[in-house]
């Protein structure tokens, strides 16, 4: 839930590339069509109404590196590398940088986001590990969590007119 809230507290950098996991499996890729295609052992944990994520140990470069795959009704809709140092990290925003923005572009990733024209959106997140995340606003995804959002807004707040009520009640 605090994805979206924290995408909204930054600002938006537009790139003209898509944003994807890999040329091959695109954001709505299915469960079975990932897992076939990548030779990585993952570990599965099902989460609530329709939502699977996928984690793997893997290597990228010299860096270990943890990969989480969420998928909501059976599609790809977030992704996430989270780097176990942060020695690379400057060169890892320099390859996302050439990768969907200018070189030369001076965007600070820890205040920014990166959109693309369908709906996808890169943010880096260095608060606790280093950790690249990627995910779409589509297939349902979003409204999800939005909902979920909404209804545990609403729990806090009946558990706090349940305590004044019932404190009320006593003193």
């Known amino acids: 839930m605090l994805l979206f809230e924290e995408l909204k507290l930054r600002k938006v950098v537009t790139t003209e590339n898509e944003i994807f ?28 109404c329709g939502t699977v994520i996928l984690y793997s140990k893997t290597i990228i470069g010299s860096d270990k590196v943890i990969l989480e795959l969420h998928f909501y009704k059976k599609k790809l809709v977030l992704f996430r590398y989270t780097f176990s140092n942060m020695n690379n ?27 693309d024209s369908h709906g996808n959106s890169i943010f ?16 349902e995804f979003h409204d999800y969590v939005m909902d979920l959002k909404k209804i545990n807004e609403e729990k806090i707040l009946a558990e706090k007119l349940n305590w004044k009520t019932e404190i009320m009640k006593r003193l």
């Open 21 to 48: 996991f890999t040329s091959k499996f695109k954001f709505g890729s299915t469960i079975r069509s990932v897992k076939s295609g990548l030779k990585d052992d993952f570990h599965t944990v099902k989460t609530l």
């Open 124 to 139: 880096v997140d260095d608060k606790v590990n280093f950790s690249v995340l990627y995910f779409s606003l589509n297939f």
């Open 89 to 115: 990290k400057r060169k890892i925003e320099n390859i996302l940088r050439e990768k969907y923005l200018n070189i030369d572009s001076k965007v600070c990733f820890s205040e920014c986001a990166i959109n």
